[in-house]
């Protein structure tokens, strides 16, 4: 008697099943278990250091700081244009030069800058400190996109036209807003370090309030 091919379908058995193997299923729901499990296994919380933390909540800082310094200058410079024109001390060269400063500023502070864009992505771990990490990445996103894009936005207008009353009112209240959201980061950032009993350095927020005329 010959053997049967060895591709030959497989008979049922005396029960009149096919084997378990060739139950469709059973393997989608035994493929199904297998893919729980591994997925149960790589979201268990995974214990670290208190020197793991501090280096991790370090090296998102020292992001944050990166991601913001391109906006820090840009504020900072933009007021300090409006503080000179308000003044009468900037002169005609610096004034013909300030439409394109002023431009890149905004350009700096808002998400079309890749800088901007990697600081609201900054993924905080998991440790004592993340919720607080997580708060500043936030605070310095608002500080950015929100606070400094507007006071560099009013000082646009302003240089066209110097005398809008309600132009100048709104850049005060930026730079209040900017003040407001610097302390609340470095709020976030004294919450961090009770959380990890250490000193993270501070945030990289200018003070960039000027003696702006009202």
Known sequence: MSDPA?????????SGHAPWYR????????????VVAITVVTDLPVQTSRGQDIASE????AEINSDIAPCALAVR??????NLEAAGSLTASGRSSTPGLLSDDQTACSFTNESIYDLANIEVPGSPAGKDM???VNTA????TSDALGAIED????????????????LSAEERQLATDRRSAEADTSAADRSLDTR????????VAGPVTS
């Open 58 to 61: 370090r090296s998102v800082m």
């Open 6 to 14: 060895p591709d030959a379908p497989h008979a049922p058995d005396a």
């Open 155 to 170: 000082v646009q207008t302003l240089m066209a036209n110097p005398n809008d009353s309600r132009v100048r009112a709104n």
């Open 77 to 82: 410079q933009a007021i300090g244009i409006w």
């Open 134 to 136: 997580g708060d500043l």
């Open 200 to 207: 993270l350095p501070a945030p990289d927020l200018p003070a």
């Open 141 to 144: 996103t608002l500080w950015t």
């Open 23 to 34: 139950r469709r299923g059973l393997l989608v729901a035994g493929a199904v278990a297998v």
